[in-house]
C-alpha cells in the first residue's frame, strides 16, 4: 500500500485490496474495549462505580434490576411504528443497544471507497447526528484495522460532531476520548468540536470543508420531519464537502425507509447535486438519472456481544440478529464512481433483455442489489442498472447452493453492492410480474469483479 502525494489517498497494491475484502467475510466482534468502555459510561450515568477487577457480565450483573426492567422495556419498544422518538427520555437504553449495533455499518461505505483507492489517509470528517458516536468509532475502527495491517503509513483523522441532544453529545465525547489509549501508535484522532445544535432545513452551519461527510439513522421515519426535509437537510451540506470528498448516508434496512433513501438520491442526482458513488451503479453505462426505488437492503454480519447476551437473558425480544440489515448511498461531487462502466457488451446479456431470453442460457454481469443467508444456500437480487423495479419481489434473483460457493473466487461473503459475473445460466420467468429466476446450470461459472 502506497499514498498518492497529490490528494494523501491510499492506493491499494498488490494483496492489499484482498486484505481488505476479507474485513466483509470476518464477522465482526464488537471489541472487549468498546464494551467496556460504553458499560463505565451507564455506571457513570447511574452513580455506579465500574468493577475493573471484575469481568464485563460480572459488571452488567452489578446493574440495579429495576433500571435493567426499564431499558428492556424501552428497547423492545422504542422504534415500534413510526412515532417520534423523544431521546431525551431513553437516551441510556440507545446507548446500551443501539450504538453497538451501528458501530459497524459504516464499513461498507468505508470498504467501497478503500477498493477504488479513494479513502484517505488522514481525513476531516462531520458527524451529522451524531447520537452517542457510533459512525465515529466504526470509522476509528476501521483506520485501526488498517493501521495495524500498514504500520509504516501514520494515519491521521479529525471530527466535528453536530447532535442536538446533550446527553448523547456528552457521552460521545466521553467514548471517543476513551478509545484513544486502544489505538496502534500510527493512527491519531483528534475531537476538533462538539456542536449541539438541532439540524434543520434552514441551518446555516459555517465549519469549512470536510473529506467525509456522514450521516446514520438521521432521516428515518422516526426521527420526526427530517424524512420530510431529507433533501434539504442534505443539500444544505454540499458545500462542505471537498471536491474529492464523500457523503455517507446510512438507514434502517426496513422497506420505507429504503425506498425513502432512494427516492432522495433520485431527488439529488437529477438535480445535480451529487452523483452517486456507490452501491447503485450501471454495468454498460454510467447512470446519471435515476428512477428505480426497489427495496434491497445490505447485511452486516456481526458476533452478538456481551451486552446482548446478558439483556436477552433479562427479557429483551427485540431484534438480536446476527445478520443485521441496512441501507446506504455514498455521494460525490466529482463523477467518480466505485465502479466504471464496462463498454464491450459481447457475449453478455442485459437485464432488460431477459423476457426475450427465457429457457435460455445466457451470461450476466450484474451488481448484487441484496444477498440472503440461507442453511444450505444464498439468494441474490440482481441489477445491472439497464432496467428498474418496484419493492421487493420484483426483479431479477438467483439462488447459488452452498455446494457452488467453491465456485466463487476469493471465497468471500457475497455482499450487496458488489459486482458478479455469472456464465451460463438458464433464464426462467416468474409468475410475478417483472420478475426473473437465474437458473445455474452444470457449467455456470461465477466470478466477482472486484
Not at 456481526?302 to 446476527?322: A, C, Q, T, V
Request: with cysteine.
Amino acid at each position: 500500500m502506497r499514498v498518492d502525494i497529490l490528494d494523501n489517498t491510499i492506493i491499494c497494491k498488490d494483496d492489499d485490496l484482498q486484505k481488505s475484502l476479507n474485513y466483509m467475510d470476518e464477522n465482526r466482534e464488537l471489541p472487549a474495549e468498546i464494551e467496556k468502555i460504553i458499560l463505565q459510561v451507564v455506571f457513570k450515568e447511574l452513580g455506579l462505580k465500574y468493577d475493573n477487577g471484575l469481568s464485563i457480565k460480572e459488571n452488567l450483573n452489578l446493574l440495579p434490576k429495576n433500571f435493567l426492567r426499564e431499558i428492556v422495556l424501552d428497547i423492545n419498544t422504542m422504534f415500534k411504528g413510526s412515532r417520534k422518538v423523544d431521546y431525551r427520555d431513553c437516551y441510556l437504553p440507545y446507548v446500551i443497544y443501539y450504538l453497538p449495533v451501528n458501530v459497524f455499518k459504516v464499513w461498507k461505505p468505508l470498504l467501497d471507497l478503500h477498493i477504488k483507492s479513494t479513502l484517505k489517509k488522514d481525513a476531516r470528517i462531520l458527524d451529522i447526528g451524531t447520537g452517542p458516536a457510533s459512525v465515529p468509532l466504526g470509522i476509528i475502527e476501521f483506520y485501526k484495522k488498517l493501521a495495524q495491517v500498514y504500520e509504516e503509513l501514520d494515519f491521521s483523522l479529525e471530527f466535528v460532531l453536530v447532535d442536538a441532544q446533550p446527553n448523547f453529545l456528552r457521552i460521545a465525547n466521553k467514548i471517543i476520548e476513551a478509545v484513544k489509549v486502544y489505538l496502534p501508535s500510527n493512527l491519531k484522532f483528534h475531537l476538533k468540536e462538539s456542536i449541539c445544535a438541532k439540524v434543520t432545513a434552514e441551518s446555516n452551519f459555517k465549519l469549512g470543508k470536510f473529506d467525509l461527510i456522514s450521516m446514520s439513522n438521521f432521516l428515518a421515519i422516526t426521527e420526526g420531519n427530517n424524512s420530510q426535509y431529507s433533501y434539504d437537510l442534505v443539500s444544505q451540506f454540499a458545500d462542505m464537502l471537498e471536491d474529492d470528498g464523500s457523503f455517507i448516508i446510512i438507514e434502517p434496512g426496513d422497506v420505507e425507509n429504503c425506498i425513502n433513501l432512494k427516492r432522495l438520491r433520485n431527488s439529488l442526482v437529477k438535480d445535480g447535486v451529487f452523483n452517486v458513488y456507490s452501491p447503485c451503479l450501471g454495468i454498460w453505462e454510467k447512470k446519471d438519472d435515476y428512477v428505480c426505488n426497489c427495496f434491497s437492503t445490505v447485511r452486516l454480519h456481526w458476533e452478538l456481544p456481551n451486552i446482548f447476551i446478558y439483556l436477552k437473558e433479562n427479557g429483551l425480544r427485540h431484534s438480536l440478529r446476527r445478520d443485521v440489515p441496512f441501507n446506504y448511498a455514498v455521494l460525490r461531487k466529482d463523477g467518480l464512481t466505485k465502479y466504471d462502466p464496462i463498454t464491450n457488451i459481447q457475449h453478455f446479456t442485459k437485464l432488460c433483455q431477459l423476457d426475450n431470453n427465457i429457457g435460455k442460457v445466457i451470461n450476466i454481469i450484474a451488481f448484487i442489489r441484496t444477498s440472503i443467508y440461507k442453511e444450505n444456500y444464498i439468494k441474490l437480487a440482481l441489477c445491472d442498472g439497464s432496467t428498474h423495479y418496484n419493492g421487493y419481489n420484483e426483479g431479477v434473483w438467483i439462488d447459488i447452493p452452498s455446494s457452488r460457493f467453491k465456485d466463487i473466487e476469493k471465497g468471500i461473503k457475497l455482499v450487496a453492492g458488489e459486482r458478479i459475473r455469472i456464465l451460463k445460466v438458464l433464464v426462467q420467468k416468474s409468475r410475478i410480474n417483472n420478475t426473473y429466476n437465474l437458473k445455474l446450470t452444470d457449467e455456470s461459472r461465477i466470478t466477482l469483479n472486484y
